[in-house]
C-alpha cells in the first residue's frame, strides 16, 4: 500500500502519541534548532528519526547549491562509504529525487523492492518493503528529504509521517541557519585571510569598542609585544593608553580619535607623525548593519618612505624649476647688461658734464637741476632693471602668496625681456593698462612664466620677415588674463598634445632644455588657473589665466 499526501495540513493521527514522542524528541530538537554546521545538523536529523521509529536505514539529502539537479547526502545509517557514494549519483532518479520534484510525503509498507529507501544504490541483503519520505521545504521550494526505509512490512504509521514532517519543517529552519552562518563564516575567513596579507596594520572593533580582530602589521606598526590573537577582546581605549607614547603630539592624537569617533563618518588620509620620524597614514571606516552601528574599522599604513620619496621628488622638481629660471636668465644677461650699461654710460657722461661746468664756473642753478633730474631718472631706471634682476634671480619657492599689482608683473617682465627683443629687432608690443589691477600670487613665478614664453615667442619669430610679440592683459571680475602673441603662425597640430611635456622642444639641439612650458604650467596650475594654446589665434598665443582672488591656489 503507499500513501501520498501533502506535508500541510498534518494527516489527522493519535494525538497523545504524538504528544508523547514530541516530548521525548525535545533535547534532539533543540539540537537540531543550535546545530552550527550540517554535519552537526545531519546527526541530530537522524537522532530525531530514529526517535520516532526504529529502523535499519535512515537519510537526509539536500539538494546541491552548485548543481540543484543534484541531491547530496549529508548523513545516512546503515550504508557503506561505497554505497552513500553510489547514493549520491542515483538519487534524484529515485524516490528521495521524486519527493523533491513532487513535494509529497511518500509512505509504503508493502512495496517490494531491493535496497533502502527506495534507492538501488543503498543495496542490502535485506529486503526493503517499508518506506517513508518527506520533503524538506524552505520558501515553498523542496529543498531536500528525510527518508526512513526498513525490511519489515507496515513498520510506518501516518503517526510516523507527522512526526517526520514536524522535524522536517525545524530541519528546514536550521538548514538555512546553518548556510547563513556557513557564508558568514566563510565571509569572514576571507576578510581575515585578506586583512592579514595585506602590508598594512588593521583592527577592527565592535561597537563597544573591543577588538574583533587586528592582524600581524598592526602589532609590528604600534610595537605591540602580543600576538594579534591575544588582541581579540582587549578594550580599545586601554589599548590606546598603552600606544599613546609613541606619537609625535600625544595630546592632539586623543583629540582626534574622539572626534573621528564622535562624528563615526568615513576618513581617509589622516597623517600621524611618530616620536621615531615614522608618517603613517589612517583610515577610519564605520561598520553598519542595518542602520545600526557594529563597530568600525582602522587602517593604518607607514608611508614614511613614500613621503621621504615624495619630498625628494618635490625637492627636485623645484630645484628643476629653479635651473629654468638661472637658464633663462643667463639668455638674457647679454641684454640686460647691455640695458644697464646705456644708462648708466648717460649717467658718467652727465656728471662729468656737471663736474666740468662746476670748475668752469658755468655751472647756474638751472643746469644743475636739469642735469641731476637726468641723473636721477637715469639711475632709477637701472635700479629697476636691478631689481627686476634680482627678483627673478632669487629663489622664490617658499615665498607667500601675496596680492601684486598687475602692473608690476608686466614692468618686471618686460624690464627683464626688453633689450633681448630690441637687439633682434623684434617690436614689443605693452599691453594697455586701466586702473589699478590686482592678482593674488607669487610674483616671481609668475615673471619667470611670462619670461619664458616671451622668449620663446622671440626664439620663434627671430628669422621671420614681420617679427612682433605682443603682451596683452585682460582683467574680470574674477580673473586676470595674460595673452603672449608673437607673429608666428601657430603651433603644428601634431606638435600641440606634446608641448606642455618636459624635456620636448622644438628648437635646435643646445637651445632649449624643454622643461620651460612644463614648468610654466604648474606653476600657473599652482596658481589655481591654467596655461593652455589658443589654437583658435592665426598666430601663436599662449594664455595664462589666473584668479584674482587665489581661489584654488596649490603648493607647488
Known sequence: MVDTFRPNPYPRLNATHVSRVIEMLQPILSQISSAKTMEQLGQ?????MEAIVEVEFTGFYLLDHSNPKKLRLILGKGLSDEQIRDAESTAMERHPGMVIQNPMVYLSNNELESGSLGVSSFSSPQVVLSRLYCPIISDEQAIGTLGLASSRAHAFEKSHAQLLMFVADLVATAVNNVRAQEASRDSVLRLTNLVDAIHTGVLIEDEFRKVLHANAEFCNIFGIPVSPEQMVGADCTLALDQVIGIFADEVATRKRIAEILQENVMTKGDLLQLKDGRILQRDFIPITVSKTHK?????YQDITQRELAKKELEQERLRSIHASKMASLGELAGGIAHEINSPLAAVILTASQVVELAESGELDHNSAREMAQTI?????????????MKAFARDGRADPFVTTPVKQLVDDTLALCGESLKTRNIEMIPPLITGYPEVLC????????FVNLINNARDAIEKLDQRWVEFAVIVTEKTVTFTITDSGSGIPKEFRPRMFEPFFTTKPAGRGTGLGLGISKRIAESHGGRLYIDDRCRNTRFVV??????IGVQKL
Not at 295 to 299: C, E
Not at 442 to 449: F, K, N
Open 44 to 48: 541530530s536529523a537522524l537522532k530525531a
Open 545 to 550: 589665466e589666473i584668479p584674482k582672488d587665489g
Open 295 to 299: 563597530g568600525v574599522l582602522w587602517n
Open 442 to 449: 607669487r610674483p616671481t613665478e609668475l615673471t619667470q612664466v
Open 376 to 388: 636721477e631718472k637715469t639711475a632709477s631706471r637701472i635700479g629697476r632693471i636691478i631689481r627686476s
